[in-house]
């Protein structure tokens, strides 16, 4: 079946730093990729919506100059955690869609910030 | 905007057992799309079904079923034979006609299966 990666698993970081987030289709092409923020023991929340080639549409109240996605090829979408702080600690999930249409999660990235 | 609400923080079932997990949901739409998905310990999201709101036929994949109420707004999961793998966080979805966009999850319910 589809796969989906993310990179890191898990990052350690210091406040202010930034963090990027890769997330890459390893056997299919995904026009379309979704990012996803789950904090502990609650649901995931959507982000925002990445489409290759063009500015990705975020969700009402994320702050797209915080978190910046790009998505520069069919298979790979990065999420960028701009001066992070210890409230942006959480698990970043990305999805991505396949024909179908059918739509797969990666294993997802675990942020601390300290 | 829709919500989805899943009023089972946790659930437990013994092996071989058959449980249902509950979940309601609030649309204006006609046309939408359902789904339960598996949160194992390892994180990693598993879809597990779905269903199509303009079916009237009830999904099933194996040993799982879902009961859909569209009156009602109601998307139940039975799991029969409920197996230790079974054991997990188990989120209820919806997504809009264009199917696996945007998904709403609702906030989940943890089920437990004892030997």
């Known amino acids: 079946g589809a796969v989906v990666s993310q990179h890191p698993s898990w990052v350690i970081c210091k406040s202010g730093t930034s963090v990027k987030i890769e997330c890459r289709s390893l056997?299919?092409?995904?026009?379309?990729m979704f990012w996803y923020r789950q904090f502990p023991k609650q649901s995931l929340m959507l982000m925002a919506t990445s489409n290759e080639g063009s500015k990705a549409t975020y969700e009402q109240g994320v702050e797209k100059d915080k978190f910046l996605i790009n998505h520069a090829s069919l298979t790979l979408s990065t999420l960028t955690v701009t001066s992070a702080h210890p409230e942006d600690s959480s698990f970043y999930i990305c999805?991505?869609?396949?024909?179908?249409?059918?739509?797969?999660f990666g294993p997802g990235t675990r942020l601390t910030v300290l | 905007a829709q919500t989805v609400t899943q009023s089972q923080p946790e659930m437990s079932v013994q092996e071989a057992e058959t449980v249902t997990l509950s979940c309601t949901y609030d649309?204006?739409?006609?046309?939408?799309?359902l789904f339960w998905y598996k949160q194992p310990p390892s994180r990693q999201m598993i879809l597990v079904i779905r269903?199509?709101?303009?079916?009237?036929q009830n999904a099933t994949e194996n040993r799982f079923s879902v009961n859909f109420q569209k009156a009602a707004k109601s998307f139940s999961l039975k799991i029969s034979d409920s197996q230790l793998g079974d054991a997990a966080m188990y989120f209820c979805a919806y997504s809009q006609n264009t199917g696996f966009q945007k998904l709403v999850f609702g906030t989940g319910t943890r089920l437990l299966v004892s030997p």
């Open positions: 269903q199509e709101a303009y079916k009237q």
């Open positions: 649309t204006s739409e006609s046309d939408y799309y």
């Open positions: 056997d299919f092409q995904a026009t379309t």
């Open positions: 999805s991505a869609i396949t024909t179908g249409p059918r739509k797969f």
